[in-house]
């Protein structure tokens, strides 16, 4: 029986447990014991083999097991010393402390279904891969098999496993690990498998392997492998998981060219190689003789490639004939046909609005004129011809995209909306060039066939561009907002638009409006939208040029260019207009057409209301000042300007041009607008200012912006 001295005695010497693995010492504080534990411990030891932990520090503590094949979980009450972190460990002093711990983690196995596990020896009922035995501690063994496999599954510590793996004798071993996880050492110093090429730990080593980085795959020299694990009594990992089998001197197909591999022992081999190939490999064969010379080009070697292989390049200006590459075959000779290096001529690039047609080159039949001399009497002469019996002669293959000498390509414009530039018919010289210029197709302007002189208002005019600006429906708070008709301008190129300064800037100032509040609108006829809805396009804006001469105080150089960012399709209802050819001509005599929309609808045409046209004359600067004056605004005409006034006794003239944000046009001789026969039309001017006193007024002028003044800042913001 324990006394009170006993009691006392073992609180203040077994205050701490130690637990020994190898070379390391670890210590662990008991806590939460308690005297009745004590008590309990010595007067309820399970036997004289358990005395030796019945000890004032060990308690019971009952420990659950998971087995890791079944899933159950089965719990034992066995003597525990408690740790830093308040964890009943297994004592180790007893011998099957190690199993138990093993057992705890479910690493190696599954407890057995009873409590016998130390008076049995039998502790484990399943084990898990690489291990074996009543207490699944067993692993190692021989094995003698063509392939297989070696696991070893969660070891536990102090470990220790021995293999020898052996296949015939005519063959070798090839070792691969597929998974290792082992404790890392930088020399594998305390968990390890080591691999030894011979049947027993002392053949030669080849290498000791620990941590998780796999071993490269490993060869025997001769049919037996030797593997050691060994684990120390500190940390456990996942083990590891290799595969094996017999390999030989052949197994890795050495013979080239469809050689024969035979194996003389385990590790050295002959080849018996085809007809043709001779070397230990049958690497070598039957040399073929130098590569016969390539005229206008040369031939190299393609490194790394067998058989030997050579590449055939031409000279600059010549195009290859022929296959590219050649082989030295077996039978000594180069494949395929030896190439020639012709003089050719690569197809020009032209847009998809060019349309072209190729002329193959035409041979000419030679006629040979011979003086054949008879045996008649009468040594007479005759001419005769030798005619050709199989035609002209084939002329060789050109890659993709090259054509013969002498070959002829013909051009033309996809569309009659186009006019070409450039020569209508190249030749391929024999320089390897094409005779002639460039090819290119560009957008016919000015061209109105249909303009009809007794109904002009009927006329659809193809490069009137209408200009609209985004503005808000007036709602504070709302997001929404809609486009308004606002001016039209002069479609001069697919990706430009010519219109009056004032009408893409703010009242009073000189710099544009931002590009999201302007859009275009070309092919339009009607007012409404609706009415031309098919042939619409609705372009939006990437830039606006304002000319930097810009006064918005009197409009002088009131011009400016839209640039598109899409580009207009052109066809019969969108077509650009031509500037005028002469810049700073005198134009104080003539006359022209204004056309445009009214920035306000016409409530009475409503859907049905057109473009509105109507003929003006021009006039001098001088009386177009004074008629102002008179009116009671007193303006300076500067020489960027033209006066006109309307002619109302034109046809069905329906435009007021001061309140039009139009532009003026006229055919190449603007004193005879004569349908057709007019020519092509040019942008005279632009809409600037106007008055008017109500109803309109003929006989009031109207300021345009002369455009001719202009032309080349156009020219240089249209590219």
């Not at 015939?168 to 090429?197: G, N, P, Q, W």
């Not at 995209?401 to 909306?417: D, K, M, N, P, R």
Request: neutral net charge.
């Amino acid at each position: 029986m324990l006394t009170e001295e006993h009691l006392e005695r073992n609180r203040n010497t077994l205050a701490q447990g130690f637990l020994t693995t190898g070379s390391r010492t670890s210590t662990y504080p008991c806590a939460g014991t308690s005297l009745w534990v004590i008590w309990h411990l010595y007067n309820n030891c399970p036997g004289p083999e358990w005395s030796v932990m019945c000890r004032g520090c060990c308690e019971y503590d009952v420990i659950r097991c998971k087995c890791p094949l079944e899933g159950t979980r089965v719990g034992y009450a066995v003597p525990c010393c408690r740790n830093a972190i308040n964890e009943c460990d297994p004592c180790i002093i007893h011998p099957g402390c190690s199993v138990f711990e093993n057992c705890k983690r479910c690493n190696n196995g599954t407890w057995g279904p009873r409590d016998d596990f130390f008076v049995s020896g039998k502790y484990c009922t399943e084990c898990r891969p690489g291990w074996s035995g009543g207490d699944c501690m067993k692993c190692g063994g021989i094995i003698r098999k063509k392939q297989g496999h070696l696991v070893l599954e969660s070891y536990p510590n102090n470990a220790r496993c021995e293999w020898t793996i052996q296949v015939d004798r005519a063959f070798t071993i090839e070792l691969k690990f597929m998974m290792l996880s082992l404790e890392f050492h930088h020399s594998c110093r305390y968990d390890f498998v080591e691999v030894r090429d011979g049947d027993s730990i002392r053949s030669r080593v080849i290498g000791r392997f620990c941590g998780n980085n796999r071993p490269p795959p490993i060869q025997s020299s001769g049919n037996s492998l030797h593997l050691l694990f060994v684990s120390d009594g500190y940390k456990n990992f996942d083990g590891f998981f290799a595969t094996f089998q017999e390999s030989s001197a052949c197994s890795s197909s050495p013979c080239l060219h469809d050689g024969t591999c035979i194996l003389d022992s385990s590790y050295t081999y002959h080849c018996a190689c085809l007809a043709g190939y001779t070397g230990k490999r049958c690497e070598h064969e039957k040399n073929c003789p130098p590569h016969p010379r390539l005229y206008h080009g040369y031939h190299q070697v393609v490194p790394g490639l067998e058989p030997q292989t050579v590449e055939l390049i031409c000279n600059h200006s010549y195009v290859l004939s022929g296959d590219a590459r050649r082989t030295c075959q077996p039978d000594g000779t180069w494949s395929g046909k030896q190439p020639l290096c012709l003089r050719a001529c690569r197809e020009p690039k032209v847009s998809e609005l060019v349309k072209q047609r190729v002329l193959p080159p035409q041979t000419p039949f030679r006629w040979v004129y011979t003086v054949k001399r008879t045996l008649s009497t009468t040594a007479s002469c005759t001419l005769q011809s030798d005619s050709p019996t199989h035609g002209p002669p084939s002329l060789p293959q050109l890659p993709p995209g090259y054509h013969q000498l002498y070959t002829h390509i013909e051009y033309e414009c996809a569309s009659t909306f186009y006019h070409h530039s450039g020569s209508s018919r190249r030749t391929c010289l024999k320089t390897g060039k094409w005779s002639g210029r460039h090819v290119s197709c560009s957008p016919v302007c000015g061209k109105h066939p249909t303009f009809d002189q007794e109904r002009p208002v009927d006329s659809h005019w193809p490069w009137l561009a209408a200009i609209y600006r985004r503005s808000s429906n007036g709602h504070r708070h709302s997001q929404a907002s809609d486009w308004l008709l606002v001016c039209s301008g002069a479609l001069v190129n697919q990706r430009s638009v010519v219109v009056a300064a004032h009408c893409v800037t703010e009242l009073g100032k000189v710099y544009p409006l931002d590009t999201v509040k302007i859009k275009v609108v070309v092919g339009k006829h009607h007012r409404d939208d609706q009415r031309d809805s098919k042939g619409l396009q609705h372009l939006r804006v990437a830039s606006i040029v304002v000319h930097p001469n810009y006064d918005p105080n009197i409009l002088d150089s009131d011009i400016a260019v839209v640039k598109l960012l899409d580009k207009a399709r052109i066809g019969e209802r969108v077509l650009p207009l031509c500037l005028s050819a002469i810049q700073e001509e005198e134009v104080t005599a003539g006359q022209g057409l204004v056309t445009g929309w009214s920035p306000l609808p016409d409530p009475d045409l409503g859907p049905d209301e057109k473009a509105r046209v109507g003929l003006v004359h021009l006039a001098d600067v001088v009386p177009c000042e004074q008629q102002y004056a008179r009116n009671g605004v007193p303006v300076s005409v500067t020489d960027n300007m033209l006066c006109a006034g309307e002619k109302p006794d034109y046809g069905t003239s329906n435009i007021c041009p001061s309140d039009t944000g139009g532009i003026l046009v006229s055919p190449a001789n603007p004193n005879e607008i004569q349908g057709a026969n007019a020519g092509l039309w040019r942008l005279l001017g632009l809409v600037s200012f106007g008055y008017d006193e109500g109803e309109c007024d003929p006989g009031l002028y109207t300021v345009y912006t002369r455009v001719s003044n202009f032309k080349d800042w156009i020219e240089s913001n249209m590219k």
